[in-house]
């Protein structure tokens, strides 16, 4: 089971090999207008959020920082080490230490086509997400992210201080994704690149196994990693205690070069079958399937009628810098689907009914199950923070029957189905940010 770290991510960029991390806290420390200069090789991202924060910046100005920070395909290219890796097929799931989409897409242009076909779990302390199948029961791919995925909301390991916070919840009963630590435990680990600290690869090794790391039997993990190899006290501990525990002489990217032209020797590709059907458009970053949000974006609840006047503001609030999730489709029913859905609500940072006439039509419609779902939730909301804002386009009378006593005692504010509307777009940006604040204060 390949464990995937930050050291995978190059990319040829202008000519020169850039490696993610270091990219993104260049483009960070820019964003932020603090010193770029002289920052380590190794937690770049944490150096400019502590320079930052050392200049009486806001934490979570970090995160969404980032979120608008962060480079398009066009950008910053699909590394070739990832789609190595996607090409050998026997490796269903995917651990990723790093906060990026990247493997996700490399798994759906390789296996798929680009058709968002991969399956993304993310860990968040505050949200736990855990597998909901054994890995040999999978019938297609899946990522799990195990230090956060980004989003705007503090939820992701950036900082040392993160990767403390990440650690110290793994420990809880309640706060342990035990299906996935349960296959860990099953499978061998090919550790990637991860770039650990003596002490996180100790944590790591030893919180994948139930049993002490010197009694493990039967199984041999590989890592190919050059801050690990290069540490002579961690491959002293291991030599003495993790036997069993192979430090392969390459770095991670010549490391799954060789495993890949390996692989390929052995199984060269076979001619494809047509296509049945034209590939989808690939995913925006931090995208799966159309189903999967970003955690703690905002979520619009619309009648499939207004689908442009919610696009339009999707890309408005984007622009903003809010993370935005609506139901491209608006399907109606499914198990699976209205699950989805009902997550979605659940791990969202507003709800944002769009109110139209067309939402106040006497037949049964699924958006008002969306409605239900969003009062729920609304009432373990602290009473300090918004959840349900309203936008009403249109004549929609405020007693209007059709409408949910909780939607009639609130505040409304109305937008120009046409657009531009500024005076919405402010009023979610800092109910947004206020939400952003209280998930940085509980963190």
């Known amino acids: 089971m390949p464990i995937v770290g930050p050291d995978l991510l190059v990319s040829e960029v202008e000519g020169r090999q850039v490696q993610l991390y270091s990219f993104l806290a260049e483009r960070l ?107 040999d029961a999978m019938e297609r791919p899946a990522v799990f992210q ?23 919840a793994l420990q809880s009963e309640t706060r342990r994704p035990h299906r996935l630590f349960d296959e860990l435990d099953r499978h061998q680990l090919l550790l990637l690149g991860g770039g650990f600290p003596d002490w996180l690869a100790r944590f790591f090794l030893r919180t994948s196994r139930r049993e002490r790391l010197w009694l493990v039997r039967g199984r041999t ?41 390996r692989w390929m020797e052995r199984h060269p590709p076979q001619a494809a079958p047509a296509p049945k059907e034209a590939a989808a458009p690939a995913p925006r970053p931090g995208a799966g399937s159309p189903l999967e949000m970003l955690p703690g974006a905002v979520f619009l609840s619309y009648a499939s009628e207004d689908r442009a006047i919610v696009a339009a503001l999707k890309d408005e609030l984007e622009s903003a810098g809010v993370d935005v999730w609506f139901d491209r489709n608006a399907l109606e029913g499914g198990d699976d689907y209205e699950k989805k859905i009902r997550r979605n609500i659940e791990c969202c940072s507003l ?13 049964r419609r699924f958006f008002r199950l969306e409605w239900d779902w969003a009062d729920r939730v609304a009432v373990q909301a602290p009473p300090q923070l918004r959840f349900i804002l309203p936008l009403v386009a249109g004549d929609v009378a405020p007693d209007d029957p059709a409408l949910p006593d909780r939607f009639r005692r609130l505040h409304w504010e109305r937008i120009q189905p046409e657009g531009p509307n500024p005076a919405a777009v402010e009023l979610l940006k800092r109910a947004y940010r206020d939400y952003q604040r209280a998930v940085s204060e509980r963190s």
């Open 221 to 261: 993990d590989v890592v190919a990693d050059a801050r690990m190899r290069d540490d002579p006290a961690l491959v002293s501990f291991l030599k003495h205690f993790s036997a069993r525990t192979r430090i392969a002489s390459l770095d991670a990217v010549r490391f799954v070069d060789e495993l890949h032209r």
């Open 29 to 135: 420390a820019a964003y932020l207008e603090v010193a770029g200069e002289d920052l380590p090789p190794t937690g770049a991202l944490h150096a400019v959020a502590c320079r930052f924060l050392a200049g009486g910046g806001q934490i979570e100005d970090i995160y969404s920082g980032l979120k608008q920070v962060f480079p398009n395909a066009a950008t910053f290219p699909v590394p070739t080490p990832l789609k190595q890796l996607a090409a050998i097929r026997p490796f269903r799931l995917f651990v990723s230490t790093t906060l990026d989409p990247f493997l996700q897409q490399a798994l759906d242009e390789v296996r798929f086509g680009g058709q968002p076909r991969t399956r993304v779990y993310a860990y968040a302390p505050q949200a736990v997400e855990d597998l909901d199948q054994a890995v």
């Open 351 to 363: 709800f944002v009914p769009i109110l139209t006439p067309h939402t106040v039509t006497s037949r």
């Open 146 to 168: 195990l230090f956060g995925r980004l989003s705007a909301v503090p939820e992701y390991v950036v900082t040392e201080e993160d990767t403390l916070e990440l650690v110290h």
